[in-house]
């Protein structure tokens, strides 16, 4: 299944109002290429000739409260279609307890009408003013308004006396000796003008990669324009000399944001340099760099993304950077109540689980199976391509090379970061002994919506356990197979325990085929839900089968109904966390299994052909981009369909090394990081005009001065033309497709963050990295063959895949690789070689097929067998006697 669109992931706004007043208005409505149209947002309908809404979600009508904020101390939610809160005994004054409203713009001399109903459960006296939003707070409007528990319409008409555009609603409710609870609904503000069309600044109309280009790969922008005919387009280097020139060609109107648009094309410019721009006549692009490395920080800090997101440690600022130190969130210490003991919603069980750990899924501070499985695959995958691709690096992967605090313990930090989230997953399977022993609980998450900003040890509100469901079980079914192959070579211990879970909970999904979440369970965290888990159990059947090479296993992939349809297993708009069969067949594809070659040439064909198809896509679209979503319908978190589309792209320019696959890889992360509509590169810190202000709790810095930005590496969502936010619906009406999106932190439908996001973009930032660099490879002089030779471990037996390389200038053929194994290593089967063992000396000869080896081409080859004990890889290999590079 493709992502939801629900419209009920509600969120929260900030509490401290003066301090944190949005700066929203000034900062946006300048002037751009392409123009918004805005409807009022709220409140009862209107009739044609009413004056215009101010307000923004008046009448909460899909369960959200932006862009609404409170005071600290009466945190409010929406109960049955009200605004409702809690407001505390005790406080001074009126304006200790406030809900209000921020960037009304208000013109001197207009009238308007403030109407609103509201109830309170015991009769108060509020004060309802709307005035400054900074010091000295001067009031337009400030009138006492009588509560009772009876809801009737309240109204207020008065005269603007000043120009603002930025004013604030605020109902302030403090002063009052006892507690009392407070709903509002139907919230107006209607007169003055019609509030500023937002209008995106989109800079510069030629859009380029803004981070920059390989110097040997493809480097392509595109230019908006009226001009129908060719321009002229020319490359400056850094001091502004010019170095290339060509000429566009024309594209027509690109049906995503209604530009009319021509490419350029540079690729045959090759020097390394900084500072780069494009001109056509009088307009120069973003600056961007030219270099082998120029994705290396990319492939670092997205990654670092996780780090950020841990919960349950204290970040430190010394690996983190100091603004993003923070203490550990969700240990049961005061205020928070979770996450080592929770226990679960009412009437789903009686125990309690320790889930502490993980990764905070985005915004919020849920955390989630589903979700959470994909997104560890993701960075599982971005490793284990390092164990069988030609030229990934593994070494920018490994220990003491990534931004996570277990340097030095000899296992890759990849993968101490996926432990992180491995660890939680199993935490989350429901105990031996108990009902539904061995699936997973679907998501632990608070009770309520917390408000924006919320530092994670600050967060009192209630951690509950969700009831299990199937897609979770099958998420750690899949995610703990393939933690159990990976973590062999480091940690037996752990690698058993995750093959037990992942086991476990395989046996426990066959027994409890169709448990769902309810879509509706979306208070305190998102839903998730996902009714079709088909493509859930083609995923861990496939992780399991690589992982322990069990025909029943083997069985349930082939039986599967999506087996052999490249269209089901690879959605045309891209994989997901609710469509993860992609997963499966991927690592079907690339890691060595024991599938005959016949079915292995059938999953490596849905590869291709879903490759195929996004790369057609890559070509046609007049921006590169290797997604094009039915309908032009960019769902919330497009940007990792994009990414996840590049993900396949990659895989595919692996198994078959054509450059089709690898330029449109490429190019969708050109569409990342600038090359697009809004001229945005949707990386923070990536690029001069990156989104910053992605929806966080914690880096809310557009919120609270001193709160940071998200930090460097940070994936926003993308352009989402559901409109899913009251920002999104006050702001981007009448936005063309891939033009919706708001670089505003209470935009949560287009620009939030999540682990699921920032993943493929770790996976892609790492392949083009290695495409770049070429994996780490010194560059340093080869012999005529190169071996990498891969081998998974279990006790008492293993899997191995070796790919020799030709790095001759000459044919080889036929070929016959020679070895010894250190130990008692014995083969049991083998596949696309023939290989014979005398004791410990092993030789593997071609297939009539496979015999002839082109320069620079590669043959594979796999096996497995029994051994006893630890092992460790042969390092010295004879290609027809003479010795090869290898590759460890
Ligand atoms: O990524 C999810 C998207 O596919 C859904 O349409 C959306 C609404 O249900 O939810 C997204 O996931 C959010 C999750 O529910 C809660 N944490 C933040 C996630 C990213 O916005």
Same mark, same amino acid.
């Given at each position: 299944?493709?992502?939801?669109s629900?419209?009920s ?5 900030p509490g401290?109002?003066?301090?944190f007043?949005?700066r ?23 009739a044609?000739?009413?004056p215009?809404?101010?307000?923004v979600? =008046?009448?909460?009508?899909?369960g959200?409260?932006?862009p609404?904020?409170w005071?600290?101390?009466n ?5 049955d $279609?009200?605004?409702c809160?809690d407001i505390?005994?005790?406080?001074a ?5 406030i809900i209000?409203?921020?960037?009304l713009?208000?013109i001197?001399?207009?009238s308007y009408t403030?109407s609103?109903t509201a109830?309170a459960?015991?009769?108060v006296?509020i004060?309802t003013?709307v005035?400054?939003a900074?010091d000295p707070?001067?009031?337009?409007l ?5 509560l ?15 120009d603002?555009?930025?004013a ?5 409710? =403090? ?7 407070l @709903? ?6 209607r007169g003055?003008?019609e509030?500023?069309? +937002?209008?995106?600044?989109?800079g ?5 990669n803004?981070?920059?280009?390989l110097p040997?790969?493809?480097k ?11 321009? &002229?387009?020319?490359?400056?280097d850094?001091?502004?000399?010019? !170095?290339?020139?060509?000429t566009t060609e024309?594209?027509?109107?690109d049906?995503t944001?209604?530009?009319n648009v021509?490419?350029?094309d540079f ?5 390394? $340099?900084?500072?780069?721009?494009v001109t #056509?006549?009088?307009? &120069? ?17 997205s990654?670092?993304?996780? +780090?950020d997101?841990?919960?349950?440690i204290a ?8 603004a ?9 210490v005061?205020?928070?109540? /979770? ?7 009412p009437?789903?069980c009686?125990?309690?689980?320790d ?5 905070y899924?985005?915004?919020?501070q849920?955390? +989630?199976?589903?979700? =959470?499985?994909i ?8 490793y284990e391509?390092?164990?069988t691709?030609?030229?990934?690096g593994?070494?920018? *992967?490994?220990? =003491? ?5 277990e340097?030095g313990?000899?296992?890759p ?8 989230e ?7 399977q429901?105990p031996?002994?108990q009902?539904?022993?061995g699936?997973?609980?679907h ?6 919506w917390t ?9 009192s509100?209630?951690?509950l356990?969700?009831?299990?469901? &199937?897609?979770a079980?099958?998420n750690?079914?899949?995610?703990g197979a ?9 940690? &037996?211990?752990?690698a ?5 879970a992942?086991q476990?909970a395989?046996t426990?999904?066959?027994a409890?085929p ?6 509706n369970?979306?208070t305190?965290?998102?839903a ?8 859930e ?9 690589i992982?322990? /090479? ?5 069985q349930?992939?082939?039986a599967?109904?999506?087996? /052999?349809?490249?269209?089901a297993?690879?959605p045309?708009?891209?994989f997901?966390?609710?469509?993860t ?9 690339? !890691?060595p299994?024991?599938l005959t070659?016949?079915? %292995?040439?059938?999953?490596r064909a849905?590869?291709?052909d879903?490759a ?8 046609d679209? %007049?921006?590169g981009?290797? +997604?094009?979503p039915? /309908? ?5 978190g497009?940007n990792?369909?994009? %990414? ?6 990659g895989?595919?320019?692996d *198994? ?9 890889? !490429?190019?969708?992360l050109?569409?990342i990081?600038?090359?697009?509509? *809004?001229n945005?590169?949707y990386?923070t810190?990536f ?7 992605q ?5 809310a810095?557009?919120?609270?001065a001193?709160l ?6 940070t994936l926003?969502?993308?352009?989402d033309?559901q409109?899913e936010d009251?920002?999104a619906?006050?702001?981007?009406? $009448? ?5 919706c999106?708001?670089?505003?932190i209470?935009s ?6 999540? #682990? ?7 996976w892609?930032?790492?392949y ?7 994996g ?8 005529a @063959? ?6 998974y ?5 293993f899997t191995t895949?070796?790919t020799l ?5 000459a ?5 016959e ?6 130990d008692?290593?014995?083969i ?9 063992q005398s004791g410990?000396?092993v030789?593997?000869?071609p297939a009539?097929w496979?015999?002839s080896?082109?320069p $620079?081409?590669s ?6 067998g029994?051994?006893t ?5 042969p ?7 003479a ?6």
């Amino acid at each position: 299944m493709i992502p939801h669109s629900h419209r009920s992931y509600p969120t929260r706004s900030p509490g401290q109002v003066r301090r944190f007043r949005s700066r929203l208005l000034g900062t946006l409505a300048v002037a751009g290429l392409v123009g918004a149209a805005l409807v009022a947002p709220a409140g009862a309908a209107a009739a044609a000739d009413d004056p215009p809404e101010q307000i923004v979600n =008046g009448d909460f009508s899909d369960g959200s409260t932006a862009p609404w904020w409170w005071t600290e101390n009466n945190p409010a939610t929406v109960v049955d $279609g009200r605004l409702c809160a809690d407001i505390p005994e005790g406080t001074a004054n009126p304006w200790d307890a406030i809900i209000g409203q921020s960037d009304l713009p208000l013109i001197a001399g207009e009238s308007y009408t403030l109407s609103y109903t509201a109830t309170a459960s015991v009769p108060v006296t509020i004060t309802t003013n709307v005035q400054m939003a900074v010091d000295p707070y001067t009031t337009e409007l400030s009138e006492h308004d009588q509560l009772t528990d009876t809801a009737v319409p309240i109204s207020h008409t008065f005269t603007a006396k000043a120009d603002n555009d930025a004013a604030q609603l605020a109902f302030q409710v =403090g002063g009052s000796s006892h507690a009392f609870t407070l @709903c509002l609904d139907d919230i107006s503000l209607r007169g003055g003008a019609e509030p500023p069309v +937002y209008t995106p600044d989109t800079g510069s109309p030629v859009r380029v990669n803004q981070v920059g280009y390989l110097p040997a790969g493809p480097k392509d922008g595109t230019f908006v324009t009226d001009a129908t005919d060719p321009q &002229t387009w020319t490359l400056n280097d850094a001091a502004g000399t010019a !170095v290339a020139t060509g000429t566009t060609e024309p594209g027509g109107t690109d049906p995503t944001s209604g530009q009319n648009v021509q490419t350029f094309d540079f690729s045959s410019y090759t020097t390394a $340099g900084d500072g780069y721009t494009v001109t #056509i006549g009088d307009q &120069t692009s973003e600056p961007f760099t030219i270099a082998a490395d120029v994705y290396a920080a990319l492939r670092t800090d997205s990654l670092a993304y996780y +780090y950020d997101q841990r919960s349950g440690i204290a970040i430190d600022g010394s690996i983190a950077g100091a603004a993003y130190a923070r203490p550990a969130g969700h240990l049961n210490v005061a205020p928070n109540t /979770g996450d080592n003991d929770v226990p679960c919603q009412p009437g789903v069980c009686d125990y309690t689980l320790d889930a502490a750990g993980g990764w905070y899924d985005a915004g919020d501070q849920g955390k +989630y199976v589903v979700n =959470g499985g994909i997104s560890v695959a993701e960075l599982m995958n971005a490793y284990e391509r390092t164990l069988t691709a030609q030229g990934a690096g593994g070494a920018a *992967l490994g220990d =003491g090379r990534l931004k996570v605090p277990e340097h030095g313990n000899g296992v890759p930090d990849i993968l101490d970061e996926a432990r992180w989230e491995l660890n939680f997953l199993m935490e989350m399977q429901v105990p031996d002994g108990q009902p539904l022993a061995g699936m997973a609980h679907h998501k632990l998450h608070d009770e309520a919506w917390t408000g924006l900003p919320q530092a994670p040890d600050k967060d009192s509100q209630p951690r509950l356990l969700h009831p299990p469901s &199937t897609a979770a079980t099958l998420n750690l079914a899949a995610a703990g197979a393939q933690c159990a192959r990976l973590f062999r070579p480091y940690d &037996t211990a752990f690698a058993d325990r995750c093959l037990t879970a992942s086991q476990k909970a395989w046996t426990a999904a066959e027994a409890h085929p169709a448990v769902y979440a309810d879509p509706n369970d979306a208070t305190g965290g998102g839903a998730y839900s996902d009714s079709n888990v088909t493509d859930e159990f083609y995923w861990a059947a496939a992780e399991l089968f690589i992982t322990t /090479g069990d025909d029943t296993y083997r069985q349930a992939v082939l039986a599967s109904p999506l087996h /052999g349809h490249s269209d089901a297993v690879f959605p045309h708009d891209g994989f997901s966390w609710g469509s993860t069969a992609a997963l499966g067949a991927l690592d079907l594809a690339t !890691v060595p299994n024991k599938l005959t070659g016949d079915q %292995l040439a059938t999953v490596r064909a849905m590869v291709t052909d879903a490759a195929d198809g996004y790369a057609q896509e890559s070509q046609d679209t %007049l921006y590169g981009l290797p +997604y094009a979503p039915s /309908g032009d319908h960019y769902v919330w978190g497009s940007n990792s369909q994009v %990414l996840n589309n590049a993900v396949v792209l990659g895989v595919a320019g692996d *198994l078959t090394g054509e450059a089709k696959y690898r330029d449109a890889v !490429v190019h969708a992360l050109d569409y990342i990081l600038g090359r697009n509509p *809004l001229n945005q590169s949707y990386v923070t810190g990536f690029g001069e005009r990156n989104s910053h202000n992605q929806h966080s709790r914690i880096w809310a810095h557009q919120l609270n001065a001193d709160l940071p930005n998200p930090p460097a590496g940070t994936l926003a969502g993308g352009p989402d033309n559901q409109l899913e936010d009251p920002t999104a619906q006050s702001k981007l009406t $009448g936005c063309a497709p891939a033009m919706c999106y708001i670089d505003d932190i209470e935009s949560y439908s287009t620009n939030e963050s999540a #682990i699921n996001w920032n993943a493929p973009l770790a996976w892609v930032a790492s392949y083009v990295d290695d495409l770049g660099s070429n994996g780490g490879d010194d560059g340093g002089s080869k012999g005529a @063959c190169q071996v990498t030779y891969t081998s998974y471990r279990w006790s008492g037996g293993f899997t191995t895949q070796v790919t020799l390389k030709n790095t001759g200038t000459a044919a080889v053929s036929p070929w016959e690789l020679a070895w010894s194994f250190a130990d008692n290593q014995k083969i049991t089967d083998r596949w696309q070689a023939e290989i014979t063992q005398s004791g410990q000396n092993v030789s593997a000869k071609p297939a009539a097929w496979n015999a002839s080896v082109a320069p $620079g081409a590669s043959v594979m080859f796999g096996f497995n067998g029994t051994s006893t004990g630890q092992v460790g890889n042969p390092t010295t290999f004879t290609m027809n006697g003479a010795a090869c590079e290898t590759v460890t």
